[in-house]
């Protein structure tokens, strides 16, 4: 019998139409003598809608218009089964789902969002959990968490929009500390999102209040000059983590910009997310970098408790070699398939593979204690019983 996979994407992120682009692009590279897709699209206001149309990239030209194809759906738990069910009298079945999959980037979805919320339900998932996920969307967070495990990362500070509007001067001072030039990023987006370098005082102000429309948690780091980015996947779970070719990216700017990243090709709509940014696969430098990249790769997966397929992005400086781990993407555009397809794992075996870890930390989990068998509330005796 065929595992119905629920893949989920869309959402309230700014990275919505990227998420659209790499599920659908995943959905139609599943095995299908193995499993049944089911897509399950959110809108930006966090409606749900399922319809085997869904399949087609061209229904998301006006997003708005949706509802004319696919069913409105809520997901929900129903006897034994998660199901979906119409959201509307006659409220019947429309799917089945045995196992969800995400595939949703950024705030409010990939942070840890959707994990928490198919925690809740129950329902067994694929990609990494709630832990892993906050951490790996917070860039502050993932930096404490990296640097106590001995990983690399550039020097950086941070402060709170309230920091700065209490008193600015001396968040300007605490940042300077770290020399010019800076780069000022969001703490929580992602896609170069309200990034951008500063090289003096001006410079810095303008970044700042740039940041701050899109989080109150700014990050400054300082700039790795003579910039060559390098990135390496890994896939996997605790028991068994393995790490992918590493690939050169180029972009037009001096930082990858969400242009470079998903819209080389746009202007004749042909975006294939991170998979159409320049690069080339491996990378060129010496091997005992990729050794070193594969080890720190592998290091952070188990840092972090990911799950599935992440995407680990370097910052190395090309006079120096030296290399810092930058971010460690938890659903990386495209699912990093095209670093996956440089090993000899086409696209259909990565899919299922990420689908394996889901089931077995689903399995695994099923075995650990979540309740206790007495019910404490047959005994609780009023206010005597509150804990103290
Ligand atoms: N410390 C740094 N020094 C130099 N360039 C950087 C630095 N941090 C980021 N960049 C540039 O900015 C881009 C976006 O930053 P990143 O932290 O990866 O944010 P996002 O989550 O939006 O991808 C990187 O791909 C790189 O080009
Ligand atoms: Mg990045």
Redesign the pocket.
């Known amino acids: 019998m065929k595992i119905n996979v629920g893949v989920l994407y869309g959402g309230n992120s700014t990275e919505h139409e990227i998420s659209i682009i790499s599920a659908v692009q995943a959905m139609n590279n599943m095995d299908t003598e193995k499993y049944e897709i089911v897509p399950i699209y959110l809108t930006k206001d966090s409606r749900m809608y399922t319809s085997s149309k869904l399949l087609d990239m061209d229904v998301y030209k006006d997003l708005k218009k949706i509802g004319e194809v696919a069913t409105e759906v809520i997901l929900l738990k129903k006897d034994n089964d998660y199901v979906l069910m119409k959201n509307k009298f006659p409220f019947s079945t429309v799917k089945k789902i045995d196992i969800a999959f995400p595939i949703m980037h950024g705030y409010n979805t990939e942070d840890g969002s959707i994990a928490g919320y198919l925690e809740v339900l129950g329902i067994p998932y694929c990609e990494s959990d709630i832990y892993a996920s906050v951490i790996g969307q917070d ?1 502050i967070y993932q930096k404490q968490v990296l640097k106590e495990n001995g990983i690399p990362v ?1 020097d950086y500070t941070y402060f709170y929009e309230s920091d700065y509007l209490k008193d600015e001067a001396s968040v300007i001072k605490k940042v300077e500390k770290l020399e010019y030039p800076v ?1 000022v ?1 969001p703490a929580r ?5 309200g ?1 951008n ?1 500063a090289k003096n005082k001006k410079e810095l102000e303008s970044a700042i209040n740039e940041a701050l429309n899109y989080d109150e948690k700014i990050l400054v ?5 003579n ?1 060559c ?1 390098l990135n390496c996947s890994v896939l996997g779970d605790n028991s068994n983590y393995e790490a992918s070719p590493i690939e050169q ?1 180029y ?1 037009s700017d ?5 242009k470079d ?1 998903y819209m080389s090709n746009g202007s004749k709509g042909g975006s294939k997310g991170m998979a159409s940014t320049g690069r080339k696969i491996p990378a060129d430098i010496p091997s005992s970098i990729t050794k070193k990249i594969e080890e720190i790769s592998i290091n952070a997966c188990r840092a972090l408790n990911t799950n599935g397929v992440v995407r680990i ?1 370097y ?1 190395m400086d090309k006079k120096t070699n030296k290399v ?1 781990l ?2 460690l ?1 938890i659903v990386p555009g495209s699912l990093s398939f095209y670093l996956w397809n440089a090993k000899d794992v086409n696209y259909k075996k990565l899919l299922t593979k990420i689908i394996d870890c889901g089931i077995k930390r689903y399995r695994d989990k099923s075995k650990k204690l979540s309740s206790f068998e007495t019910n404490v509330l047959a005994t609780f005796n009023g206010a005597k019983g509150v804990k103290k």
């Open positions: 860039k550039v780069i990023k987006q992602g896609s170069s999102v990034i370098i780091e300082k700039v790795v000059e910039l980015e990216v972009g001096e930082i990858l910009s969400y990243k992005d910052l810092y930058n971010e993407n």
